[in-house]
């Protein structure tokens, strides 16, 4: 059975000192302490170390295929994004880091597919970025759950997403730039709390902003499980029906009613909330993730989902037909 993991990171071996040649920032740079390793840096602070799988392609294909898989997604680390960037040097880091993962995709076709990063805090550069992506052979962007504190709803937002739409572009929408960020420095708290309520805070700003109802062939995946939102769509759809004077000012369709026409990663870590996903989202709109190479990430990529007692069609489906689906593919790609 074909197995393609829609969410995965990636990093050059090599950064450019961005911060030296914009004279400004804490872009992030690398430097390589030990054999194997390196220290990502913001600026003079530490902020998470890295093992080689982070940018060595070909150990990457050896340690996925431990666990049967075949195809990995590749997108920057999120911390890359540097929407808090002049917009155009923004731009000048996502193209750096857009161009080393459309080589790696032409290197090794039926091993990596890559999605860009655009500079979203501009409207025209992120649309042109994104045409570029396409030219050069990405299947799609990854985003951020908000942009500068700016919920995806924004009006500013919406030709991006319409662009991707028409050149059927597919969007991952990753958490970052969590709420709370600095009230909740202990326990890891924005990693576990912060980022499943980053990814429900997109999603109903995509819904309540109309945005799938405006673009109904906009192919939107939605990382971790769509993070809280699923686990909270009770109380999400209570809301919208018992104060509409609140919720459904800009669009009148229940939320509900959305449930599986995004997709959403099985990131769950638990059998019994996967199978929840499932009642509710339907096999064909959860894919194959992972968030290798990362810890907090199902570094076993989906073992526990063969290990279910579940239909072998909807197996197939997480980790084949859905993830093909969302990027707008066919398996002969890959065969």
Known sequence: MLKIDTH???IPKKLPNWAEKFGYGDFIYLQHHKKGFAKMMRGNQFFREIKENAWNP???IEEYAKFN???QVVCTIPVMFSYWAKPLDCLDVSKFLNDHIADLVEKYPKNYVGLGTVPMQDTELAINELER???IGLLGIQIGSNINDLNLNEERFFPIFEACEKLSMAVLVHPWNMMGMKSMQRYWLPWLVGMPAETSRAICS???GGIFEKLPSLRVNFAHAGGSFLGTIGRIEHGFLC???LVAIDNPVNP????GKFWVDCITHDPLMLEYVLKLQGSKHITLGSDYPFPLGDLEIGRFIEEMTIDPSVKEDIFCNAPLNWLGIT???FT
């Open 8 to 10: 995965t990171h990636i």
């Open 243 to 245: 104060r509409p004077d």
């Open 256 to 259: 509900r009613n959305y449930l």
């Open 133 to 135: 992506c396409k030219k």
């Open 58 to 60: 070909n150990l990457r």
């Open 69 to 71: 898989t075949q195809v």
């Open 331 to 333: 398996k002969e790609r």
């Open 206 to 208: 995509m819904i309540f």
